[in-house]
């Protein structure tokens, strides 16, 4: 177990690391600013599940072999892209229904298989990101000590406060982009750019995405 002191000093790199733009929380603050608030936090509900695995990744190996693998890692990223793509056509395509959440500021609530639907989004969004499995690979290992217990044990207290971490400066990103999107939602002028804009913000990921390459 990592001492309080690593920590301490390990979340608020976290927190650092969650603020900085990236693709997920990029993710996040479009689906918000389209889809409210909940359907925001779904996402990051589902994100958060992906740095699970990617921590048990490292924490067994696994991630180690997908970084030696050229097959395993280019594989992984156009999965990931080809999803961005068809998230984006969605997105492109999607009517515009003038509503009265303008008014209230209220999103009805998610239903229980469009939460997993969103959840699952989430999951597949950060899973395909080889480069965040290598991240993980040359991070965790850093804060862990062998001096106190098994490494393994440790990254995976680690992961839990990355997560922490991310789900807290998540959330917060998706309650703000879902409530300026709710703004927009009685104007059917600004619901199409803000569609418009979500596509060519998710086209841009999966073009990110494809030119990955497996370097640092």
């Given amino acids: 177990m990592p001492s309080l002191q690593v920590l301490m000093a390990f979340f608020g790199l976290c927190v650092v690391l969650a603020l900085s733009p990236g693709p997920d929380n990029l993710f996040v603050l479009v689906q918000s600013a389209q889809r ?23 924490a067994l190996g696994l991630a180690a072999l997908v970084a ?14 080809a999803y961005l793509f068809y998230l984006a056509w969605g997105a492109l395509r999607a009517p515009v229904r003038v509503s009265s959440t303008a008014q209230t500021g209220r999103h009805p609530p998610l239903a229980g298989h469009e939460a997993l639907k969103m959840v699952g989004r989430g999951v597949v969004m950060n899973a395909t990101n080889p480069k965040v499995l290598i991240f993980f690979l040359a991070l965790l290992p850093q804060f862990a000590d062998a001096r106190l217990g098994p490494v393994g ?10 997560m922490l971490a991310t789900f807290l400066v998540f959330a917060a990103i998706a309650l703000f982009s879902g409530w300026f999107g709710s703004l927009l939602q009685g104007s059917a002028r600004a619901q199409r750019w803000l569609n418009r804009a979500t596509g060519l913000v998710l086209i841009g990921l999966a073009v990110r995405l494809v030119s990955l390459q497996r370097g640092p």
């Fill in 68 to 81: 030696a693998s050229p097959a395993a890692f280019t594989a992984l990223k156009l999965l990931g892209a």
């Fill in 153 to 162: 044990g440790q990254i995976v207290v680690l992961g839990g406060v990355f």
């Fill in 36 to 58: 409210g608030w909940r359907v925001g936090l779904a996402v990051v509900v589902g994100l958060c599940i992906g740095i699970l695995g990617h921590t048990i990744a490292v």
